[in-house]
């Protein structure tokens, strides 16, 4: 993937055999904005939010 940078680092949610890696996406400014809302009612931080709804979407479409 040419636009995402492998930087590994502890996990803190994932399980231990999950590396996190930090990528670069381009999204609406209107869509980011309602997510880290989103975060701060939930009390969540905005990478939890977006590794939240990622997930279930790939639940919903059968992702593994």
């Known amino acids: 993937f ?3 940078t492998l930087f590994r680092s ?13 990528t670069t996406l381009r ?3 209107s869509l980011l904005k309602r997510a ?3 975060g701060i ?3 969540q931080p ?3 939010v977006i590794v939240s709804a990622l997930e279930q979407y790939l639940k919903q479409k ?3």
């Open 2 to 4: 040419p636009y995402t």
């Open 10 to 22: 502890m996990p803190k949610k994932q399980n231990d055999l999950d590396p996190i890696i930090k």
């Open 62 to 64: 059968g992702g593994r």
């Open 41 to 43: 009612e939930d009390g």
């Open 46 to 48: 905005l990478q939890d």
């Open 27 to 29: 999204i609406p400014e």
């Open 36 to 38: 880290k809302i989103r």
